[in-house]
Structures are given as structure tokens and as C-alpha cells.
């Protein structure tokens, strides 16, 4: 604990200098990381046209706090729309049963949006826009719902979404923002439009920046048990941990979205009161690389560049740097070569990442999940059966594993 220096005549004594409390400020309490929609993501009939999305459409999806706060305000993006976005009314309430994915609200837990005052708004493209403060308390780790209607659509098939949502969300045809059950919707595990929601928190935010394997392929759809869910289970709440993760996605050249040294401006150094950030990624770009000794001796050096990279642009905004070490993928069809070239880059990367010295912190996910009889694969009890992504049991061990290095810096 540090001290405080009382000075007087009878010389210098030391009193304990308790922290203050934490001024309230505004906290992401969820995000998801914006991605220009693949065709076979895009809304399902009716929902999409010859040229235009949503036309018409009440969109309600629901998301997975992490802090709790006395306010909120959302986020709504047109980061990759073809044009700009006119929502014409948002609300936000309480998911029926408390449950991920429902598509009712309880009733009269509805309170409308506004976006300086008015109830609607237009996204101009590439941007996005923040809703007025609702004086509406959100409860840490529980699900929220948010609800738009488009009147007139968007006039473009470039549409702002997160595919890997493993949530699932509602579409309608009509205004049925405060309806307190959409009876007839289109299910779609996908979310649209959303980027964040905020609440006004005494907290401060670890921001995960990864792949698939931190989006949560293989994890449980509507059971919010990817590991940083499991994560921020083992954290206190004034801890907000936030996911700004895609599948596919690299750190050196785009994908499923843009390469985190095109993001991580927008994806963690422009979020408020972020603290610490995680990276873990790299397998795409081993992955993707040929398997020849020049390609995979350069994505290894690349990737060891990148990663200071992000550590030098992080530490000044005095952020806390924290990296993963790659976990395995032997048997994997698309990435394990028969000439072990790829295992090669891993190991070398990940023997960077434990002794670099770049990170403030290491988290071993390697050792965590790989199989003691065969270090190149994934041990049988967490793998989810392509030999790269894993099952909710392996997910519990990374979040372990991050807990055990990380709670003495996140506590």
C-alpha cells in the first residue's frame, strides 16, 4: 500500500494514502469489432434487396454487459456501409427472461434513444454515432437488448456487421421497436450496426484484440462462454473486458476485417478508459503464408515487428500491454504443412513472446491447451474437432490461464 508523508515538529510520520475512489466517467461495457458484411452474411429475404438492406425492418439484438453503470449510451456504425445509415428510431430495454438472443422485452422496460435530441439520426459513411445518455441503470454481466427500425432501409449492400456474434438477433418488417414480442421474426446469429454501448462507470477496460479463437468459434451460441466471458466471470466488476475480435482476422494484412495495425486505433487506443490490452493473434497470418522457408522465415519476423508496433503505439497512451502466446493447430487441414514450416513460425514466435521482454505481461495459452503427448496439438478434451479452434471446456482454460498471470495487474 503506499504512504503518505505527514511533516510536523516532531519529525515525519507515515500514514496509509487509501486510493480514491474512481471518478465516473464513460466505459465501454460491450463491443463488437465492425466488419464489411460478406454476401453470405447479409440479412435473409426480405431483409435484403437487388440494392438496399433493412428496408422497413425492426432489427432487435441483444448484447452481454461486462461493467454496470447508472447510465448507458449506445454506438451505432456505418464504419463499411456503401451509404449512409438513417435510423429512424432506437430504443432500449430488457431482454425477456433476462436470456442472450431473445426476442421479447420486458414489458414497459423500454426507454427510446435520442441522438442530440432527436429520435432519429443518419450515419454518414465510415462513421458512427453515439446516442444521448438514457437514465437507465445497467447491471454488470447480463444481457441488454437494443432495438432499431430503418424505415427507408439502406440504399447500398455494404453493410456495417459482426457475423461472429454467436448471438442471436431478430428482424421484422414494421416498426415494432417497444413491441414486447416479435411473434414471426427472422432469426439470424449475426449483429448489424452495433459497435458499443457505454455506461458511466467508476471502471476501467481490458480490450482483447484477436481472431476467431477469441470471437469464439466453437463456443456456445447464446451462452456467452468464450473465454474473455469466462474471463471477466473471474474479475471484479468494476473490470470491463471487451472483445474486439474477429474471425480470420491477421495482424499484417486485412481479412475478415481490417489487420490490427489498421484497427488498433479505432479498436482499443480511441475507447474510453481503457487500461490494458491483450493481444492474441498471429496464427492467421502463419496460416496464411505459404509453406516455404522464405514465406514463413518473414511473416515471423513481420509478426515479431508487428507486435512491438503494437506495444509502442499502446504504453503511449499508457496502456498495459499483455500478449498471448499462439496455441497449436497440428491436424488442422487448412494450416498444418507436412513439413512442419508453419510449427516452426509458432515456436519461434511464441519463444519471442515469452522471452522478448516487449509485453508487460505473458499469458502461455500454448502451454494452457496444447496436449502434453503431442505439444503440436490441441489436448482431446478442448479441441472442437478441426484441430485449431476449441470447445467451451478449452475456452474455461484460457480464461484460466489469463486469470492466474493477469489478476494481480487487473484487480
Request: net charge positive; hydrophobic share 40%; proline share 7%.
Amino acid at each position: 500500500m503506499r504512504r503518505r508523508i505527514l511533516l510536523g515538529l516532531g519529525g515525519a510520520a507515515f500514514l496509509p494514502a487509501f486510493p480514491k475512489p474512481a471518478r465516473r466517467r464513460w466505459v465501454h461495457t460491450w463491443v463488437s469489432m465492425p466488419q464489411l458484411t460478406e454476401p453470405n452474411n447479409l440479412p435473409p429475404p426480405p431483409f435484403t434487396g437487388a440494392a438496399s438492406v433493412l428496408v422497413d425492418t425492426t432489427l432487435r439484438q441483444t448484447v452481454h454487459t461486462s461493467i454496470g453503470g447508472s447510465q448507458l449510451r449506445v454506438r451505432f456504425s456505418n464504419a463499411f456501409g456503401g451509404a449512409a445509415l438513417p435510423i429512424t428510431r432506437a430504443a432500449v430495454a430488457l431482454p425477456a427472461g433476462g436470456r442472450a438472443g431473445a426476442s421479447g422485452i420486458v414489458p414497459g422496460s423500454g426507454r427510446p434513444l435520442t441522438f442530440g435530441g432527436h429520435t432519429s439520426t443518419v450515419v454518414p459513411v465510415g462513421a458512427q454515432v453515439v446516442s444521448d445518455p438514457v437514465a437507465m441503470p445497467v447491471t454488470a454481466r447480463t444481457n441488454l437488448t437494443v432495438t432499431a427500425y430503418l424505415a427507408t432501409g439502406q440504399q447500398t449492400l455494404n453493410l456495417t456487421s459482426h457475423p461472429g456474434s454467436r448471438t442471436t438477433s431478430h428482424l421484422i418488417n414494421g416498426d415494432h421497436l417497444l413491441d414486447a414480442d416479435l411473434a414471426g421474426a427472422t432469426p439470424v446469429d449475426h449483429w448489424y450496426l452495433l459497435s458499443g454501448v457505454e455506461v458511466l462507470a467508476g471502471g476501467a477496460a481490458l480490450v482483447i484484440v484477436g481472431d476467431s479463437l477469441t470471437d469464439g468459434r466453437g463456443s456456445t451460441t447464446n451462452g456467452n462462454d468464450r473465454w474473455p466471458d469466462q474471463l471477466l466471470n473471474r474479475l471484479p466488476e468494476r473490470v470491463a473486458v471487451l472483445n474486439q475480435a474477429a474471425g480470420g482476422n491477421r495482424v499484417l494484412n486485412d481479412g475478415l476485417g481490417p489487420n490490427v495495425l489498421a484497427r488498433l486505433d479505432r479498436d482499443v487506443l480511441a475507447l474510453g478508459a481503457v487500461r490494458w490490452t491483450l493481444i492474441f493473434e498471429g496464427v492467421n497470418d502463419i496460416g496464411t503464408a505459404a509453406a516455404t522457408d522464405t514465406a514463413q522465415q518473414q511473416v515471423t519476423a513481420d509478426l515479431i515487428a508487428a507486435y512491438g508496433q503494437v506495444v509502442a503505439r499502446a504504453q503511449a497512451r499508457d496502456i498495459d500491454v499483455f500478449g498471448a502466446t499462439i496455441t497449436p493447430f497440428g491436424g488442422n487441414t487448412n494450416y498444418d504443412d507436412p513439413g512442419g514450416l508453419r510449427e516452426r513460425s509458432r515456436q519461434t514466435v511464441n519463444a519471442w513472446i515469452r522471452r522478448g521482454g516487449a509485453f508487460d505481461e505473458v499469458v502461455d495459452f500454448d502451454r494452457a491447451v496444447r496436449d502434453p503427448a503431442a505439444p503440436r496439438r490441441i489436448a482431446p478434451a478442448y479441441d472442437v474437432g478441426d484441430g485449431l479452434h476449441l470447445n467451451p471446456a478449452g475456452y474455461g482454460a484460457l480464461a484460466s490461464a489469463a486469470f492466474k498471470r493477469l489478476r494481480d495487474r487487473l484487480g
